[in-house]
């Protein structure tokens, strides 16, 4: 495996791995004006021309086939993706939620046409089971989000840049617990952290990407407008299913 040394701030400092350089370019510790070296160059080069042959060159390596859904670090420091921000997170999660409504409602119109005694209880346990199964599986999987997520080009990955397993995905669904918390300052220290991290985040070690760049004018738009409409509607419903249920 090569070793690379770097000259940042007029010292040759090394030696690092590939992952090390990427790792401290997208965290500012190094520039990618800073010139790299490898044994038997006789002259450094900037490390921005290196990093798309250093991302593809290093990942078959370093990670099992089938892991990566970023093309490694190289991809945020050349600007291809970012760290998600609070409201287009909020967006794709409001999405999440008008799509579980949903699942709650035909769960419930289901027990109601079998005029099942089943109580309202059982009704929001099925519907907690769907939450759990909807956020780990999809997360866990190829494309590494929910369908909400999806719709704005965000990826869910663990802090190594890497797809998460089914249970890291069932960490970070319960942490949202905690999140939500205290009324949800786990959520409103996401825009604050170094990688935009929420608190279950922080708890999972994962990280959200936005591979699609899109105005924020949008996501707020479909915040403050478009979502909560359809949420009242659906919400609306199931609290005139759960006075049947109760009858």
């Given at each position: 495996?090569?070793?690379?040394?770097?000259?940042?701030?007029?010292?040759?400092?090394?030696?690092?791995?590939?992952?090390?350089?990427?790792?401290?370019?997208?965290?500012?510790?190094?520039?990618?004006?800073?010139?790299?070296?490898?044994?038997?160059?006789?002259e450094g080069v900037p490390?921005?021309?290196?990093?798309?042959?250093?991302?593809?060159?290093?990942?078959?390596?370093?990670?099992?086939?089938?892991?990566?859904?970023?093309?490694?670090?190289?991809?945020?420091?050349?600007?291809?993706?970012?760290?998600?921000?609070?409201?287009?997170?909020?967006?794709?999660?409001?999405?999440?939620?008008?799509?579980?409504?949903?699942?709650?409602?035909?769960?419930?119109?289901?027990?109601?046409?079998?005029?099942?005694?089943?109580?309202?209880?059982?009704?929001?346990?099925?519907?907690?089971?769907?939450?759990?199964?909807?956020?780990?599986?999809?997360?866990?999987?190829?494309?590494?989000?929910?369908?909400?997520?999806?719709?704005?080009?965000?990826?869910?990955?663990?802090?190594?840049?890497?797809?998460?397993?089914?249970?890291?995905?069932?960490?970070?669904?319960?942490?949202?617990?905690?999140?939500?918390?205290?009324?949800?300052?786990?959520?409103l220290i996401q825009p604050?952290?170094?990688?935009?991290?929420?608190?279950?985040?922080?708890?999972?070690?994962?990280?959200?990407?936005?591979?699609?760049?899109?105005?924020r004018a949008l996501s707020?738009?479909?915040?403050?407008?478009?979502?909560?409409?359809?949420?009242?509607?659906?919400?609306?419903?199931?609290?005139?299913?759960?006075?049947?249920?109760?009858?």
């Amino acid at each position: 495996m090569p070793h690379f040394w770097v000259t940042h701030d007029g010292q040759r400092r090394g030696p690092y791995q590939e992952a090390d350089i990427l790792e401290a370019v997208e965290l500012g510790t190094m520039r990618p004006t800073d010139l790299l070296w490898v044994d038997g160059m006789r002259e450094g080069v900037p490390i921005a021309d290196v990093l798309p042959y250093m991302g593809a060159r290093s990942g078959p390596r370093t990670r099992p086939p089938g892991t990566k859904i970023v093309d490694d670090l190289a991809e945020l420091v050349l600007g291809n993706a970012a760290y998600a921000g609070f409201w287009v997170r909020l967006a794709a999660f409001l999405v999440d939620a008008l799509i579980l409504a949903a699942v709650m409602l035909v769960i419930g119109v289901g027990f109601l046409a079998t005029r099942s005694s089943v109580a309202m209880e059982v009704v929001l346990a099925l519907g907690l089971a769907a939450s759990w199964f909807y956020f780990s599986f999809m997360e866990s999987g190829p494309s590494g989000g929910t369908l909400g997520k999806r719709a704005f080009g965000l990826q869910v990955l663990s802090d190594r840049m890497e797809r998460i397993s089914f249970p890291r995905a069932t960490v970070r669904w319960a942490a949202r617990a905690l999140s939500a918390a205290v009324l949800a300052i786990g959520y409103l220290i996401q825009p604050f952290t170094a990688r935009k991290q929420a608190l279950h985040d922080l708890v999972a070690r994962t990280v959200v990407l936005s591979r699609v760049p899109r105005p924020r004018a949008l996501s707020v738009g479909i915040v403050l407008c478009v979502v909560p409409l359809l949420l009242g509607a659906l919400t609306g419903a199931l609290v005139k299913l759960a006075e049947l249920l109760r009858q």
